[in-house]
C-alpha cells in the first residue's frame, strides 16, 4: 500500500550549480545538479577526486566558502534550503540534514569529548538538560553499536580507533533523527574490514531510521556495496545515472565504462589493468559540450559541439552522451 | 590528569637545582673580587682577610654553593655587600614594585592582543585584519624605551596629564598612586599586546581552517558556541607564549624602569651588577628563575587541563 508520506521526496535538488568567483578565477565545480531522494533511498554520486562530489554535499550543507556562487534549489521536505535566512538554515542542520565526513579524526573537536559533541547537538537543536542529553548521546552510542559506550562517552576522539570514531561521527550526525543523511566518503579513510562495518552500521540504521542518506565515494565496489541508484559525476555534472544493477552491469557513458573496467578486483590478477587516459579537466575552463571529449576513446567533432543529448531509460537512469545516443536510434 | 601535575612538579625540582648552579657559577665567573671593589684602596690585607671571612668569599667556591644554597631555601640570602642590609628586604620591595607593572601590563597587553587577535582572525583579509596586524606588528617592533620616551613627552612634558617618574609617595592619596602606573603599564603592554595578538591570529586561523570547524557549522552550532570551540582549541600555545611574556615583565625591563626611575626588579638587578652585589645579584637571579621555571609549571598544567592530548 503506498503511504502518502512514502512517496514524497525527503530530498530533491534542482539544477544545483557552484562556481567559485574570485579576483581572476571563475571555476565551475557543479554544473546543474539534480536528483530526487526517497525516505529510506540511498543515492551514490560517484566519481573521480575533484569532480565536485564534495562541493555538491558542502552546498547542500551550506559550508562553503563566501565567495562561492550557489544557484539552483535543494528541496528539503518541501521548503528549499537554499533560500532561507542563514539562521534558518543552521537550525536545519544537524536536524534535519546532518552530515559525516572523511576524516572522522579531524571532523572531530579534538578537546571535547565524544559526549560532550554529541549533547551539544541534542541541546542546540532540542533545548532539553545536560542530563537528558548525555542518556540520549548514550542511546545513539550504543544504536551504533559501540561497546562499553558509558565509558566511550568520557573518551576524547584521539583515545578511539578510526572505526569507532566514525561510529562516534555517525551518532553525532543522527543525534536529532535526520531525514536526510550527507556522507562524503565517510569509509575511505578506513581499513577494509572496517569500512565493511561501517557500511553494513548505515544500512542497518537506515531501516531503524529511514531517513535518505547520499553518499559520496570514488570507490565502486563501496558505491555497489551501499546505493540503491548511483549518479556518476565529472567535471561537475552528472553524466549517467541509474539503478546501482543499471550502472554496474549496463552502463552506457563511455566515463562509467572506463571507471568500472579501471577497478581492481581478484578476477585481474596477471591481467593489464586499464585506465582512463588523461586527468579531468581543468574547472576553470571547461570545454564546450561533453567534458570528458579529450579523454574518451569514442570521442568524435560533435562531441566538442555544445549540446550533448541526454539518452534515459524507461527506467529513468540517464546517460549524457552522444555515442550513447547513437547507439539508441540504432 | 593528577598524576600528570605531581609529575611536572618533581620534573621541576632538578630544573631548579640546575638554575641554582648556574646563577652561582655565572656570578663567580665574573672577574674582580667583591671585597676589593668595597675595600679602599689601602686597606690592609689583613681587614681584607676579615671581611672575606665575614661574607664566606674565602672558603672553596662549593662550601659556598651549598651554604648559599642551604640559607636560600630558608628565605635567608644573607646581607647586600654594598649597604649590609638583608638582601630579602631590598628583594621583596623590588619585586613587588615590578610585579604591580607586570600584572597591569601583561593583562593589558594580553586582553588587546586576545581581542585583536581574534578579530583579525574573524575578518581574515578585511580592513579590521589589516588594521589590528599593523598594530601588533607595531607593538613588537618600536623600542619600547622610545615608546616610553614618547608617551612621557606627550602626557607629561608637553600636556600635564601624567606623572612622568616614580612610583608615588605611600602619602600621596590611591588616585595620585595610580596615575603614577599609567605610562610605565601602557609601555610595558606594547610587546605582549605584540605578540599575543600576533600569535591569537596566526592560530586562529589555522583553526578555523581545520575540519572540525566546517563539522561544527554542519551540527547546526550557530556562530558563538562555535567561537567556544575555537577559542579552546586556540588557548594552549597561546598560553604558552603568555607565560613566557609574563615572565619577561616579571624579570623587569631594566630600559623602562629606568625611563620611569621605578624602583623595581629590573633596577635592582641593575644596580646589583653595577656594584659587584654578589648575594643582591644571586637572590634576585634564583628568585626570577624560580618564578619563570613555576609559571612555566603552571602554564604546563594548564594546558593539559585544556588539551587532553598533552596528558601522557
Redesign the interface.
Known amino acids: 500500500m503506498l503511504d502518502a508520506t512514502v512517496t514524497e521526496d525527503a530530498l530533491r535538488v534542482e539544477d544545483l550549480t557552484v562556481r567559485f568567483v574570485r579576483r581572476n578565477t571563475d571555476v565551475a565545480a557543479v554544473n546543474g545538479c539534480a536528483f530526487s531522494l526517497k525516505p529510506g533511498e540511498t543515492l551514490t554520486i560517484l566519481g573521480e577526486s575533484g569532480s565536485g562530489k564534495s562541493v555538491t554535499l ?1 552546498a547542500m ?3 562553503l566558502p563566501d565567495y562561492s556562487r550557489i544557484s539552483g534549489k535543494v528541496m528539503l521536505n518541501g521548503d528549499d534550503i537554499l533560500s532561507m535566512p542563514r ?1 534558518a538554515q ?6 534535519a540534514i ?2 559525516i ?1 572523511q ?1 572522522p579524526m ?7 569529548t565524544i559526549g560532550h559533541q554529541i549533547s ?2 541534542i541541546i ?2 532540542e533545548g532539553v538538560d545536560k542530563v537528558t542529553a548525555w542518556k540520549r548521546s548514550l542511546e545513539l552510542l550504543e544504536q551504533v553499536r559501540i561497546p562499553s559506550a558509558e565509558r566511550r562517552l568520557k573518551n ?1 576522539p ?2 578511539m580507533s578510526g572505526g569507532m570514531r566514525q561510529r562516534a561521527m555517525i551518532a ?2 543522527l ?1 536529532c533523527r535526520p531525514n536526510v543523511l550527507l556522507a562524503d566518503e565517510p569509509t575511505t579513510a578506513l581499513d577494509v574490514t572496517v569500512q565493511i562495518q561501517i557500511l553494513l552500521l548505515l544500512r542497518q540504521l537506515q531501516e531503524e531510521l529511514g531517513m535518505a542518506i547520499v553518499f559520496v565515494t570514488h570507490d565502486v565496489g563501496v558505491a555497489a556495496e551501499i546505493s540503491d541508484r548511483i549518479a556518476v559525476m565529472y567535471a561537475g555534472r552528472f553524466v549517467e545515472t541509474g539503478t546501482t544493477r543499471e550502472i554496474m552491469r549496463d552502463a552506457r557513458h563511455p566515463y562509467t565504462q572506463g571507471l568500472l573496467s579501471s577497478t581492481v578486483h581478484g578476477g585481474l590478477r596477471g591481467k593489464v589493468l586499464e585506465t582512463i587516459p588523461g586527468t579531468p579537466p581543468n574547472l576553470a575552463s571547461l570545454p564546450p559540450g561533453c567534458a570528458f571529449a579529450p579523454r574518451c576513446r569514442y570521442a568524435m567533432d560533435r562531441c566538442s559541439e555544445g549540446d550533448i543529448p541526454v539518452v534515459t531509460r524507461e527506467s529513468g537512469a540517464m546517460a549524457r552522451c552522444v555515442k550513447a545516443a547513437m547507439l539508441e536510434t540504432t | 590528569m593528577l598524576v600528570f601535575a605531581i609529575r611536572r612538579l618533581l620534573q621541576a625540582i632538578p630544573i631548579l637545582l640546575g638554575v641554582s648552579l648556574v646563577v652561582f657559577g655565572l656570578v663567580h665567573i665574573v672577574p674582580g673580587n667583591p671585597i676589593d671593589m668595597l675595600m679602599p684602596p689601602e686597606a690592609s690585607p689583613e681587614v681584607i682577610a676579615q671581611m672575606k671571612a665575614a661574607f664566606g668569599f674565602d672558603k672553596p667556591l662549593y662550601v659556598q654553593y651549598f651554604l648559599w644554597l642551604f640559607r636560600a631555601m630558608q628565605g635567608d640570602f644573607g646581607l647586600s655587600v654594598f649597604n649590609a642590609t638583608p638582601v630579602m628586604g631590598q628583594l621583596m620591595v623590588a619585586l613587588s614594585n615590578t610585579f604591580i607593572l607586570a600584572i597591569l601590563g601583561a593583562s593589558l597587553g594580553f586582553a588587546l592582543g586576545i581581542t585583536f587577535g581574534m578579530t583579525a582572525a574573524m575578518f581574515h583579509g578585511k580592513w579590521p585584519d589589516k588594521l589590528f596586524s599593523a598594530l601588533a606588528t607595531c607593538g613588537v617592533s618600536l623600542p619600547h624605551y622610545w615608546c616610553a620616551i614618547v608617551l612621557v613627552l606627550a602626557f607629561s612634558v608637553l600636556n600635564d596629564f601624567l606623572p612622568a617618574q616614580g612610583m608615588g609617595d605611600d602619602s600621596l592619596p590611591l588616585y595620585q598612586r595610580l596615575e603614577h602606573l599609567v605610562l610605565p603599564v601602557i609601555t610595558l603592554s606594547l610587546i605582549p599586546m605584540g605578540v599575543i595578538g600576533r600569535l591569537v591570529r596566526a592560530t586562529v586561523l589555522e583553526i578555523l581552517g ?3 570547524v ?9 556562530r558563538w ?1 562555535v567561537i567556544r ?1 575555537v577559542c ?2 586556540a588557548a594552549p600555545p597561546v598560553l604558552a607564549i603568555m607565560g613566557l611574556q609574563f615572565g619577561y615583565l616579571l624579570g623587569g625591563s631594566i630600559l623602562v624602569e629606568t625611563v620611569f626611575n621605578w624602583p623595581g626588579s629590573g633596577n635592582l638587578l641593575n644596580l646589583a651588577i653595577y656594584r659587584r652585589d654578589i648575594p643582591v645579584l644571586q637572590a634576585t637571579i634564583l628568585v626570577l628563575a624560580s618564578f619563570f621555571v613555576m609559571l612555566n609549571l603552571m602554564v604546563d598544567i594548564a594546558q593539559a587541563a ?4 598533552i596528558r601522557r
Open positions: 558542502k550543507m551550506g559550508l539562521a543552521a537550525k536545519l542542520r544537524g536536524r546532518s552530515m565526513f576524516e579531524s571532523a572531530l573537536d579534538p578537546v571535547y551539544e547537538t542546540q537543536h576524547f584521539h583515545e553525532l550526525a543525534a | 581545520q575540519d572540525f566546517g563539522a561544527l557549522g554542519a551540527k547546526g552550532l550557530p558556541p570551540h579552546k582549541n585544556i588539551d587532553p592530548r
